[in-house]
Every structure is written in structure tokens, then in C-alpha cells.
Antibody
Framework: EVQLVESGGGLVKPGGSLRLSCAAS????????MNWVRQAPGKGLEWVSS????????YYADSVKGRFTISRDNAKNSLYLQMNSLRAEDTAVYYC????????????WGQGTLVTVSS | DIQMTQSPSSVSASVGDRVTITCRAS??????LAWYQQKPGKAPKLLIY???SLQSGVPSRFSGSGSGTDFTLTISSLQPEDFATYYC?????????FGPGTKVDIK
């Protein structure tokens, strides 16, 4: 069974840092591009960042560029999101999602991890 | 960035009803459109990709159509488990962008 499990969320003060992880299983992780997508409480979906299978191509939303860093460890079947200089508007559930080969369709998604930025 | 809009923002319907949701892109995206279903407290689930291709395991009462800038998601006969929020997403270019969502609730 294909599975994505996020961890690392929590409460952090404005200006603080947090590192999210996503553990993948049930598929050949090193063959797929991976993504982070977030959802603020009661709001819609916002794509955050993408990383290609070999980490050659990395993209960020303008809202997080320069503050967030996506990375992956194919040997550990894991995806990461290092979040620095956090702001209140970064408060959201963060989902990791696999991209279907050659596309930006997101399937499947993890269950999400909540990041709350508040003093 | 390509902007996605959806209408209506919410719809009240009964079991058995036919429901149609519209999605519009701010510029042409060919058939690079997906639809997702999200239930409260759960992750989104891919329903339709490439505008009209049904994801494996998704009931055939769901269908998608359109190309260019205008797309529709149709639920032919609404079932109790279909009450959820539906999002469209363009995958034509970075950044991938989502519509604001359409909430389908019980009349």
C-alpha cells in the first residue's frame, strides 16, 4: 500500500524554525517527484514546494521562497521541509503529496501535520 | 501565475441529485486539470486528472469534461459519501494552483 506519513508539526513562535518530515512507503520513492501543499485553517489548498526525483529541480511558491527549503533522502525514503523565519500566515496543515510521473497531479497525499505559528 | 476560479462556492443538494461544478482558468491550460475531493479533517483525494480521466477506484458517477479554460465536474447521482469540498487544480505550469473550492452539503 502506498503511504505517506508526515511528522514534525507543532507550535512555534514567529521567527522560529521547524523541520517537517514525510516518510514514504509502498512505492519506489526515488522515482517520483514530491511536493508539499498546505491548507490554512478553514481555507483552501496552496502548493508550497516541489522537488524532482533526483533533487535536480526544486520549485517554491513565492510566499515561502527564501525561507523554506525542500529536500529528500532517497536512501531513507523521506521528504523534508525546513521552515525558517516562520510567520503567523504560515499556520496550516502541511501535506506531502506524490506527483504522478511526468505530471503535477498529486496522488496520494499524507494525512498532514499541523504547524501553528503563534506567540 | 494561473488563477483558478470555481462556481458555485457552495451547493446544497439531496441524495440522488445531479451536481455540476465549474472551474475556470485565467489562461488556457489544455487538459492539464485535476479534481480533488476533501472531507473534513482528511487529506484531499484525486478524483479526475487530465480533465476527464477517472482515477482508479473512483466511482463512475464522477465525470469531468472541458479543455482550454473551462472545465466541469459532474456527479451524476449524489451519494451520502459525496458530501465534501471539491477543488480543481491546474498542472499546466508552475506554480500549480488550486481553485477556492466548492462545498457540497446536504439540502
Amino acid at each position: 500500500e502506498v503511504q505517506l506519513v508526515e511528522s514534525g508539526g507543532g507550535l512555534v513562535k514567529p521567527g522560529g524554525s521547524l523541520r517537517l518530515s514525510c516518510a514514504a512507503s509502498g512505492f519506489t520513492f526515488s522515482s517520483y517527484s514530491m511536493n508539499w501543499v498546505r491548507q490554512a485553517p478553514g481555507k483552501g489548498l496552496e502548493w508550497v514546494s516541489s522537488i524532482s526525483s533526483s533533487s535536480s529541480y526544486i520549485y517554491y511558491a513565492d510566499s515561502v521562497k527564501g525561507r523554506f527549503t525542500i529536500s529528500r533522502d532517497n536512501a531513507k525514503n523521506s521528504l523534508y521541509l525546513q521552515m525558517n523565519s516562520l510567520r503567523a500566515e504560515d499556520t496550516a496543515v502541511y501535506y506531502c503529496a506524490r506527483a504522478r510521473t511526468g505530471t503535477n497531479w498529486f496522488d496520494p497525499w499524507g494525512q498532514g501535520t499541523l504547524v501553528t505559528v503563534s506567540s | 501565475d494561473i488563477q483558478m476560479t470555481q462556481s458555485p462556492s457552495s451547493v446544497s443538494a439531496s441524495v440522488g441529485d445531479r451536481v455540476t461544478i465549474t472551474c475556470r482558468a485565467s489562461q488556457g491550460i489544455s487538459s492539464w486539470l485535476a479534481w480533488y475531493q476533501q472531507k473534513p479533517g482528511k487529506a484531499p483525494k484525486l478524483l479526475i486528472y487530465a480533465a476527464s480521466s477517472l482515477q482508479s477506484g473512483v466511482p463512475s458517477r464522477f465525470s469531468g469534461s472541458g479543455s482550454g479554460t473551462d472545465f466541469t465536474l459532474t456527479i451524476s447521482s449524489l451519494q451520502p459519501e459525496d458530501f465534501a469540498t471539491y477543488y480543481c487544480q491546474q498542472a499546466n505550469s508552475f506554480p500549480p494552483t488550486f481553485g477556492p473550492g466548492t462545498k457540497v452539503d446536504i439540502k
